[in-house]
Every structure is written in C-alpha cells, then in structure tokens.
C-alpha cells in the first residue's frame, strides 16, 4: 500500500522492527562468537565464518547412489535430518534454535558425497532497503522541519 511509505508511524513501525531485529543479530553474533573461542563450536564439528554462520559437512554413504532418484532423496534427507537432531540438541542448550534457519546443499563429486548446511540467523522482517528508506525518511523530514523553524525566526 502507498500509505506504507508516506505514512509516519507505518514507516516508524516498521524501522523498530528491523532495528529491534538486528538487534538480536547482535546478540547471536555475540553468542557464536562465545561458543566459538570457548571451542564448543569445534568440539561438535561446527565451522564458523565472519557473518557467524556454522556450516556442517554430512558425508553419506556412497550405497545411497544404488537407490532409484526418488527414494534417493527421501532416503538423503531422512539421514540428514537424524544428523541434524544432535546438533538442535546443542541449540537449544544454547538457546539459539529458535533464531535460526538451515540451508543445505548437496555434494556429488569423486573426493565427497553428501551435503554441506548451513546454519544462519533467520531474518524475519528485515529488509535492508526498508532501513534505508525510513532513516531517509526521517532524516529528510527533521531537516524538512528545522528548515521550516530557520524561515519563522
């Protein structure tokens, strides 16, 4: 709707959203950054990149090539997620599984069969070009008002 954008609390709402959503990103960011220089992260098998991402290599037996394609995958996927159930263990101690999302990517090549995942803050709400927007917004509207308060006096 165009009231979406013009509108001065819909715009405010929703600037206290991603502003309040990156906010706990923050506090993930913080909590994987703890868990890995303790080396829990390590002891698991979790690796961590610079965005606080965790990735997970699952190797899987080669015998699951034999299956027809179809039931190949329902096959993959069922171990993948048995694999996953020890690492949501971990999560949820740590109390983070509810802000994550899992992305996967399967691995066919001669050295490696199996799936690599991708563990990663889930953003809800956040759009970075609506952060934009509304701090142009309201940027543009206090200068708009300081000029109109120069011109009175």
Known sequence: MILDYIEPTRIYKRLAKHVE???????FKKIIAELNSQGKLDEIGLKVDSNSNMYIGIDLNPELLLYSETSQ???EL?????????????????????????????????????????I??????????????????????????????????
């Open 21 to 27: 959503e990156l906010t706990k990103y923050s506090k």
């Open 73 to 75: 995958e329902s096959v």
């Open 78 to 118: 069922k171990l993948v997620a048995e694999k996953m159930n020890r690492y949501n263990d971990f999560l949820t101690k740590e109390g983070i599984l509810d802000a994550i999302k899992v992305d996967y990517e399967r691995i066919q090549t001669d050295a490696f069969y199996g799936y690599i995942l991708q």
């Open 120 to 153: 990663g803050f889930k953003f809800n709400e956040y759009r970075r070009s609506d952060l934009i927007y509304g701090s142009v917004y309201f940027s543009a509207l206090f200068i708009a008002l300081a000029l109109s308060i120069s011109v009175i006096l």
